[in-house]
């Protein structure tokens, strides 16, 4: 190449860096282009703002096809407080396919503190160590 055609390509790939370079600090600090929360979780911090007025709807969503439904809808049950609770999401940690859905009952059952919880959660651990060493 010769010095004349090497200074305007040199200098083309400068302004195209220099766009694309100012393109990406310029969005960085533009905070309109965060996407919107998803449907489920904001019906989460709909369900935890409501605390437990929400309980007959917690109620109706664990049982949800869908498995994002079920953990959000466990996790804002712990959020509640509301120890009557504690059945319901044990049927899910006992029941539910899903292993999302079963980690965030635990979860559920730690928010609401629920001593009662201690004595099946000891007896889904002792069957989960006999099916393991079984195996």
Request: glycine share 6%.
């Amino acid at each position: 190449m010769s010095k004349a055609i090497r200074l305007p390509f040199i200098g083309l790939w400068i302004i195209l860096i220099h766009l694309f370079i100012s393109t990406v600090l310029a969005q960085a600090g533009n905070t309109n282009t965060a996407p919107a929360a998803t449907p489920i979780i904001e019906q989460y911090y709909q369900w935890v703002e409501l605390g437990k007025s929400a309980v007959p709807e917690l109620k109706e969503a664990i049982k949800n096809n869908n498995w994002r439904v079920r953990t959000h809808a466990l996790l804002a049950m712990g959020k509640t407080g509301d120890q009557s609770l504690t059945p319901l999401i044990l049927d899910r940690l006992e029941n539910d396919a899903n292993s999302a859905v079963k980690n965030c009952a635990v979860t559920a059952l730690g928010d609401l503190k629920a001593t009662s919880a201690v004595p099946p959660l000891l007896g889904l651990l002792e069957q989960t160590q006999k099916n393991t060493l079984t195996r």
